[in-house]
């Protein structure tokens, strides 16, 4: 039995999908949040994946995932500054309550 | 011929992280579904290891399970009332996630299965193309050729900086 390149990609796939229904169904701000970095999480390994299987002289998928990786954790911290900020103005991180974005 | 080890790793690693992520998005308490996300940045960083990226997978550890997870433990503990759930989610909500997600679900598959290989190569084989040294990483990272990232990397400090000054912007006391 070989591990193919199939075998990494399926792990992928449910996981990307695990977050694409967190994030439809979750109404806590956190828990989107955790949704979305599931998704990120996904994109980061399959970047691995094609540049491990398909083209493993080249380093290009290990760059941009290093990349990802900073940038999500900058988004995440802007993330949560914001939340703890709606947080600290309407007293819940309920989706379906926050209806307008003013301060 | 995969060696055993490589293959009981993987299918460890593959059906702890999918049940983590499944239940990081189902659980009912908000700080276990945090958890449950820590376990699958783990796995995930296995998955780095075994795929012959040492240096990605400690920056995996370090950067997103150390960091990232205490930002949202962080979180958590300011934004809710003690004992308190993250509660039912409402019905057609629900609905649309599932078609949402089984949709998705069935297409990617589709399209990963019916997808023209372009080589087939089994792990062994990829892996036997040489490890990659540190000294390599840092000539990539900070090169200024082809296939070098000194632009992106100036760029992403920049952005940190910015992330910074925006997350104290935001985040103070009026």
Not at chain 2, 93 to 104: E, H, K, L, N, P
């Amino acid at each position: 039995m070989d591990l193919s390149i199939l075998w990494y990609l399926v792990p992928s796939v449910l996981m990307f999908v695990c977050g694409v229904f967190g994030f439809v169904t979750r109404k806590n701000m956190v828990a989107v949040l955790i949704s979305l970095e599931l998704i990120l999480n996904s994109a980061d390994l399959n970047f691995i994946i094609f540049n491990r299987f398909l083209f493993p002289h080249q380093m290009e998928g290990m760059m941009f995932t290093l990349f990802s990786i900073a940038i999500a954790a900058a988004e995440t911290a802007i993330a949560i500054a914001i939340i703890i900020n709606i947080y600290r103005q309407i007293g819940n991180t309920d989706i379906r309550e926050i209806t307008k974005m003013r301060f | 011929m995969e060696s055993v080890g490589n293959i009981v790793l993987y299918f460890i690693v593959a059906i702890v992280m999918v049940a983590c992520s499944f239940m990081a998005v189902r659980t009912r308490k908000i700080l276990r579904s945090a958890t449950y996300l820590l376990f699958v940045l783990i796995c995930t960083a296995v998955f780095y290891f075994q795929l012959g990226y040492q240096f990605l997978g400690a920056v995996q550890i370090a950067v997103y399970a150390g960091g990232i997870m205490v930002l949202f433990v962080f979180a958590i503990l300011l934004t809710r009332r003690p004992d308190e759930n993250s509660n039912d989610l409402t019905s057609h909500r629900r609905v649309w996630g599932t078609i949402c997600s089984v949709t998705a679900t069935v297409l990617l598959l589709l399209a990963i299965f019916k997808m023209p290989v372009i080589n087939d190569l089994s792990l062994t084989q990829v892996l036997g193309n040489g490890e990659i040294t540190m000294k390599q990483i840092g000539e990539t990272m900070l090169g200024t050729e082809r296939y070098q990232y000194m632009l992106p990397f100036e760029a992403v400090s920049v952005l940190l900086l910015a992330c910074i000054i925006g997350g104290v912007v935001v985040a103070r006391k009026r």
